[in-house]
C-alpha cells in the first residue's frame, strides 16, 4: 500500500528548496503542482484512515522512543486536508496578485513551501521534541512571509511577531525539557499512559508552560498583541495563509495536549479559565474588529474574535457526559475548519479590493458591489460562516457548541456565542454598507484578472458547503 | 503604568522561577531509560560516538528539519527588501598583515574541517562543527577584505546553500524504497550518513557564512 | 543535591532572567540577547535533568545540538530584521503601539 504520510511532508520540502534554487520571483508553477499533489496525498490519507483508522508511521524503522513517531487520525487528517484545500486556490490567488500588484515577489514560494512543509510535518508528529522543531520552522516561515512586503510598518510587525514566537516556542521548549526530566521521553506514545492524576509538579508546570507558549503562539486573547499588525500589514495572500491555517496549528498542538497527553490533570477550572480567555477575545476581539477604519484590520481582529470560539471547547467538553463532550468537540473542530476557509476567502477578498480600488480604507470601498460584484458576493458568504448563518459551516460549529452549551446548563457561554454573533455581523454589515455606496467621481477601478477573484470565491463557497458536509467530516473526524 | 508593568512581569517571573526550582528538587527517578537503549543500538547506528548516532540515526528526522529551519533563516533574510545602498558591497580594505595571517588560516581551516567532520563518527564533532569551522573561515576572509558579501546570491551560491538540505532529503526518499523514511540499511548506514554528512558541511559552512555575510551588506555600514 | 542538579537550577534562573528580559527590555540587541539567554536556560534544564542520575545520556544532548542550530537560526533572522529597522526608522527599538489601534477610547 502506498504511504502518503512521509510525502505529504517531504513534497513541500522538496519544492520549496527547488524554488530556492531557481531564484528570487520564482517558482509559482512549482508550488501549484506540489500544493496539488499533496491535495491528492492528504485526500489518500483521509481515505486510508476511514477504511482503516489511525495509522503509526515509525520514522527510521526504530519506533519510539528511541526514534520518532508520525501518527496520523481523524483530527491530523482533517488538518491536513484543510491546509492543502486553502493554500491550493491561495497558490493561483498568490500568482495572480503578485503579477497584478508589482507587489516585491522575491522569496514569496520556497517561503510558502517551508511553511506548509511545517504545517504537514506538525499535523503527524507524535513526538514533542520534533513538534517544537517543526514549531520554530513554521514561525520563522511566517515571520519571514510578514517581512516580505518590506517598509516599516511589516518590518515591525514581523519583529513583534517573531519575538512573540520564539517566547511562546522558549515556554514550550521548557516544558518538554521537564517532561523529559521527569519520564526519560519525548514521544507522546510513551509518555500518555504514564502521566496520571498524581503526576509531580513539575508535568503539571511542564503542561502550563507548553499550553501558555501554543495559546501566545494561536494569538489568544490577552496574547493577541502581535496579530492585527503582522496579518494587517502582510500581503493580503500571506495574511490569508497565516490567518486561516498558521494559528491552527498551535490551536491543533493545545487541542493534542488537552485531550490526549495531559487529559488526567486537566482540571475543570483551568478549562473554566481556557474558555474565560476566549470569550473574552470573542468579545474584545468584535468590539475592535468593529471600530477599525482598515479592511485588513478589520479582517485581523474578526480573527482574534473567532479564535475565541476555538477555546470554548474546553469548558464544555472536560468533565462532561461523553455525549456533550463529543458535540463541543466536533463543533470546534469543524469552526477551525470553517473559519481556516472563511478568512482565506475573506482576505483574499479584501486583498483584490484593496488592489483594485488602491485604497486600503473602508472609506474607499464604495461603487465595489457594481465594479467587483464576485469578490463582495465572496465577502458575505465568508462573512456568513463568521457570522454563523445558516447553512454555512460557521452555521453547524457555533449550533454543536451551543447544543454542547445547553446540555450541560453552562448557559454563560451561550451569552457569549449570541454576543459574538451579533457583533461580528455588525462589523461584516460596515464592510457591505460602504460597498454598496455609489462609486464617487474621481474614484479609478484598476481592472482585476479574473484568477484573483475565482480563487477566493471557492473558498468562500466551500465555507458554506462545508454545513453540507458536516456529516463527512465529522466522520473522518472520529475515525481512530 | 510602566512600573506597574515591570513589578507585575517581575513578581510573575519570580513565582514562575520559585515553582521551577521547587519541582526540579522534587523528581522521581525517570520511567523511561533511553541512554541503556542508545547503547544498545549503537552497533547497529553506523557510528561509534552515541551523540552522532542519535543526530543523524536515531532522531535524523529532527536533524533533517533542523537543516530547513537553518537555510530558511537565510532565506528569511534574504527576502528581505534591501535599500539601495548605492555603492556596490566592496570588502573593506584590511591590513596586510591580517590579509596573509588570513590567506594562511583559510587551507588550515579547511583541513580542521576536514578533520573535524570525519572525527564525528567516533568523538565529538561531525557536520555541524565542521561547518562552523569553515563559516569561520568565510567570515574571516570577509574581515580580511578578501570576500565580497553577498548582497544577491547567484544560481551557483544557492545550489551550493541547498545541497545539503537536498542530499538529505534525496537519501531519506531513498531508503523508502527499502523500508521507512531515514531507515539505513544494515551496513550501508555509516557510509551513507558520511555522504550526508560531508554535504552537510560544505552547505552549513556556506548558509552559517550567509547568515553573517548577508547581513555585511548593510546601508549602515557603509 | 549532585551536579547535574545545580545545572538545572541554574538553568532554571537563566530562564526566568531570559524572559524578563525579553519582555522588559526596550532595546531590540537586549532583546535578542534575552531570548539566547533563555535559550541557554532550557538547555541546561534539558540536560541536567537527564543526567541527574549520574549516567549521561546522548539523546537530550543531541536534543540540545538541534536547539543551538534553531536558536542560532532565529537569533540571524532577528538581527536581519532589527537591522532593518534600525535602517528604516533609526532607532533599535520596537515602535510603541500606535494609539487607538487595540484601546477602545479612540
Do not use: C
Not at chain 1, 137 to 153: F, K, S
Not at chain 2, 131 to 145: C, E, I, R
Request: glycine residues 10%; proline residues 5%; aromatic residues 8%.
Amino acid at each position: 500500500m502506498f504511504d502518503p504520510i512521509p510525502w505529504l511532508i517531504l513534497s513541500p520540502l522538496i519544492w520549496a528548496t527547488l524554488a530556492f534554487v531557481q531564484g528570487p520571483g520564482r517558482g509559482g508553477r512549482l508550488a501549484v503542482a506540489g500544493v496539488a499533489l499533496q491535495l491528492a496525498l492528504a485526500a489518500t490519507l483521509a481515505q486510508q484512515i476511514i477504511a482503516g483508522g489511525a495509522r503509526v508511521y515509525a520514522v527510521g524503522g526504530w519506533g519510539a522512543p528511541l526514534g520518532i513517531d508520525l501518527a496520523a487520525d481523524g483530527l491530523s487528517a482533517v488538518m491536513l486536508l484543510l491546509t492543502q484545500a486553502v493554500a491550493l486556490p491561495l497558490a493561483f490567488y498568490a500568482r495572480a496578485y503578485f503579477a497584478a500588484h508589482a507587489a516585491p515577489l522575491r522569496y514569496f514560494w520556497p517561503l510558502t513551501g517551508y511553511l506548509l512543509a511545517a504545517m504537514n510535518a506538525l499535523f503527524l508528529s507524535a513526538d514533542v521534541f520534533n513538534i517544537y522543531v517543526t514549531l520554530e520552522l513554521l514561525g520563522l516561515a511566517a515571520v519571514g512571509l510578514v517581512a516580505v512586503a518590506g517598509g516599516a510598518g511589516p518590518v515591525s510587525a514581523a519583529m513583534r511577531y517573531l519575538l512573540a514566537t520564539l517566547l511562546g516556542s522558549g515556554a514550550y521548549l521548557l516544558g518538554v525539557a521537564l517532561l523529559y526530566g521527569v519520564y526519560g521521553s519525548v514521544s507522546l506514545a510513551a509518555l500518555a499512559p504514564l502521566i496520571a492524576a498524581d503526576a509531580p509538579t513539575a508535568v503539571s508546570l511542564a503542561a502550563a508552560l507548553m499550553l501558555l507558549g501554543l495559546m501566545l503562539k494561536t494569538a489568544l486573547f490577552p496574547f493577541h498583541f502581535w496579530l492585527p499588525p503582522a496579518h494587517g500589514n502582510a500581503p493580503a495572500p500571506v495574511s490569508a495563509l497565516l490567518s486561516a491555517l498558521v494559528i491552527k496549528a498551535s490551536f491543533y498542538l493545545i487541542l493534542r495536549l488537552w485531550f490526549d497527553l495531559f487529559a488526567p490533570i486537566a482540571s475543570v477550572t483551568a478549562a473554566q479559565f481556557l474558555g474565560a480567555l476566549g470569550a473574552g477575545a470573542v468579545i474584545w476581539g468584535s468590539l475592535l474588529a468593529l471600530r477599525q477604519t482598515h479592511l485588513k484590520m478589520l479582517v485581523a481582529y474578526s480573527t482574534v474574535a473567532q479564535v475565541g470560539y476555538l477555546f470554548l471547547i474546553f469548558p464544555l467538553a472536560t468533565g462532561a457526559a461523553a455525549e456533550v463532550a463529543a458535540s463541543a468537540w466536533q463543533g470546534g473542530a469543524l469552526q477551525a475548519v470553517a473559519h481556516g476557509l472563511a478568512k482565506a476567502a475573506m482576505f483574499a477578498a479584501a486583498g483584490a479590493m484593496i488592489a483594485a480600488t488602491g485604497r486600503d480604507e473602508i472609506a474607499g470601498l464604495a461603487g465595489v458591489a457594481t465594479r467587483l460584484p464576485l469578490t463582495l458576493f465572496t465577502f458575505v458568504l465568508a462573512g456568513m460562516t463568521i457570522m454563523g448563518l445558516p447553512p454555512s459551516g460557521g452555521f453547524s460549529a457555533k449550533w454543536l457548541l451551543l447544543g454542547a452549551a445547553l446540555a450541560s446548563g453552562q448557559w454563560w457561554w451561550i451569552v457569549v456565542m449570541l454576543a459574538g454573533g451579533l457583533l461580528s455581523a455588525a462589523y461584516v454589515f460596515k464592510v457591505l454598507r460602504q460597498a454598496f455606496l455609489p462609486a464617487e467621481e474621481a474614484a479609478h477601478f484598476k481592472p482585476l484578472p479574473r484568477t484573483l477573484e475565482w480563487p477566493a470565491f471557492l473558498l468562500a463557497l466551500a465555507s458554506l458547503l462545508l454545513g453540507l458536509w458536516a456529516s463527512e467530516m465529522l466522520n473522518l473526524l472520529g475515525a481512530a | 503604568m510602566k512600573a506597574l508593568l515591570n513589578i507585575a512581569v517581575l513578581s510573575l517571573t519570580g513565582a514562575l522561577g520559585l515553582v521551577l526550582a521547587w519541582s526540579i528538587l522534587d523528581l522521581p527517578a525517570s520511567a523511561v531509560r533511553l541512554p541503556e537503549q542508545v547503547t544498545a543500538q549503537l552497533d547497529m547506528s553506523g557510528v561509534a560516538h552515541p551523540v552522532t548516532a542519535v543526530l543523524l540515526n536515531f532522531r535524523g528526522y529532527d536533524t533533517l528539519l533542523e537543516i530547513a529551519v537553518l537555510l530558511l533563516a537565510l532565506l528569511g533574510m534574504l527576502a528581505l527588501p534591501r535599500q539601495a545602498s548605492g555603492s556596490k558591497p566592496r570588502p573593506v580594505p584590511a591590513s596586510p598583515m591580517l590579509q596573509t595571517l588570513a590567506r594562511l588560516l583559510t587551507p588550515l581551516m579547511v583541513l580542521v574541517a576536514g578533520y573535524v567532520l570525519w572525527a564525528g563518527a567516533h568523538r565529538p564533532g561531525g557536520a555541524f562543527q565542521a561547518g562552523a569551522v569553515l563559516a569561520g573561515a568565510g567570515v574571516l576572509l570577509h574581515l580580511a577584505g578578501l570576500l565580497p558579501a553577498w548582497a544577491t546570491p547567484g544560481r551557483a551560491l544557492r545550489a551550493g546553500l541547498a545541497t545539503g538540505l537536498l542530499v538529505f532529503i534525496a537519501v531519506a526518499a531513498t531508503l523508502m524504497t527499502q523500508g521507512t523514511l531515514l531507515q539505513y540499511p544494515p551496513g550501508w548506514a555509516g557510509a551513507l550518513i558520511l555522504v550526508i554528512e560531508a554535504s552537510l558541511t560544505l552547505s552549513l559552512g556556506l548558509i552559517l557564512a550567509g547568515l553573517y555575510l548577508v547581513l555585511a551588506d548593510s546601508k549602515v555600514q557603509a | 543535591m549532585n551536579a547535574p542538579l545545580i545545572y538545572a537550577l541554574t538553568g532554571a534562573a537563566l530562564f526566568v532572567f531570559g524572559v524578563t528580559g525579553l519582555m522588559l527590555q526596550a532595546h531590540l540587541l537586549r532583546k535578542i540577547l534575552a531570548f539566547n539567554v533563555m535559550g541557554s536556560g532550557i538547555f541546561l534544564v534539558l540536560v541536567g535533568l537527564a543526567q541527574r542520575t549520574g549516567i549521561p545520556d546522548p539523546v537530550p544532548q543531541a536534543m540540545v545540538l538541534t536547539g543551538i542550530v534553531v536558536a542560532i537560526a532565529a537569533t540571524a533572522l532577528a538581527l536581519a530584521l532589527a537591522r532593518q529597522l534600525l535602517d528604516q526608522s533609526g532607532e533599535m527599538r520596537l515602535p510603541e503601539e500606535e494609539a487607538g489601534k487595540d484601546k477602545l477610547d479612540v
